[in-house]
């Protein structure tokens, strides 16, 4: 269990806030944001050593012809080529469930390090029986180079970054510290959308609520990229950066003085009304495989398959 569940003091979310307000090199953002999945795929610069982190790639998909493609990931090496970056991490918020990640796809091309939770083996043991993977299937999480705990940190050249676990939208849930700018998956949207859902096997409201005010602890400038947007209340334009204080002020789900049982209700009769992701079950199947597709078989073909009556 991590701080922001137990009553002791969260010595993580203490380091994050001492990061977050710590004078020093900030990171440069670039987003490349893939409409068709309404996804913002981050590239976290140090421009002094020309390093990188990307964060949540997307590999295109096509759920009618089953066809692949590489358009937003290509987006995203044009503008590392153009810039002469190196690309040392490919960071996973979270096994996505609308859109298949391009991870594997970006470290064929340039190499990096693919990290993502420590609880990915949860969300693996979940779904792996789903799509009949056997024994042969690890569920240990080693499809991905590194497995980052609730407060680890690690280096994007210059950059400090720390790993904080946000567990509710799913277990594995990791938000990104970088400076004082925070990469925070699905957990929020913006303020005039919200916050991520919570039904998807693994999901609890009240764990997300927790994990959100422990995010909206952090200093209240410290910026916040989101993994998605909506174009919400008849907004024009797409955005995904927001702040702390925003949130706490406007966020329609979990502004200040929103408390967790009002939260836990509100966020349990949406989720009653929410479709099924339309890509869920390709994304499953890729994600949780370190953005790789499934095995060729013997003809050479990749094949994703189709559980019926299963969600």
């Excluded at 944001?33 to 990307?54: L, Y």
């Excluded at 009304?273 to 890729?286: E, F, K, N």
């Amino acid at each position: 269990m991590t701080g922001a569940e137990t009553a002791g003091p969260d010595r993580v979310l203490d380091a994050a806030i001492e990061l977050a307000s710590r004078p020093g090199p900030q990171a440069e953002v670039v987003t490349v944001f893939d409409e068709p999945t309404f996804t913002a795929s981050h590239i976290v610069i140090d421009p002094p050593s020309g390093a990188c982190a990307v964060i949540d790639p997307v590999l295109g998909f096509d759920l009618f012809s089953g066809r692949t493609d590489t358009h937003s990931a290509d987006r995203i090496l044009a503008e590392l080529r153009s810039r002469d970056l190196k690309l040392t991490w490919i960071l996973e918020t979270h096994v996505h469930a609308d859109h298949l990640s391009a991870a594997g796809y970006l470290q064929g091309v340039c190499g990096g390090t693919i990290a993502i939770g420590r609880r990915v083996d949860t969300v693996q043991e979940t779904f792996a029986p789903l799509f009949g993977y056997g024994p042969s299937f690890p569920r240990n999480g080693s499809q991905f180079d590194v497995l980052l705990e609730d407060g680890e940190e690690f280096d994007i050249g210059r950059l400090r970054a720390l790993a904080l676990h946000v567990p509710g939208h799913t277990p594995a849930d990791l938000a990104y510290l970088v400076g004082s700018q925070v990469f925070v998956g699905d957990t929020l949207f913006m303020p005039d959308c919200g916050t991520a859902r919570a039904d998807f096997p693994g999901g609890d409201a009240r764990r997300l609520y927790r994990s959100i005010r422990r995010l909206l602890a952090l200093p209240p400038a410290a910026r916040l990229h989101l993994c998605h947007d909506y174009k919400c209340a008849l907004r024009e334009v797409f955005e995904w950066t927001t702040t702390v204080a925003d949130q706490r002020a406007g966020n329609i789900h979990i502004h200040d003085g929103v408390d967790e049982e009002a939260f836990v209700t509100l966020r349990t009769e949406r989720d009653r009304t929410l479709d099924v992701p339309r890509l869920i079950l390709p994304s499953l199947q890729v994600n949780i495989r370190g953005g790789r597709l499934p095995p060729a078989g013997e003809d050479g073909r990749y094949r994703l398959v189709l559980p019926l009556d299963a969600l």
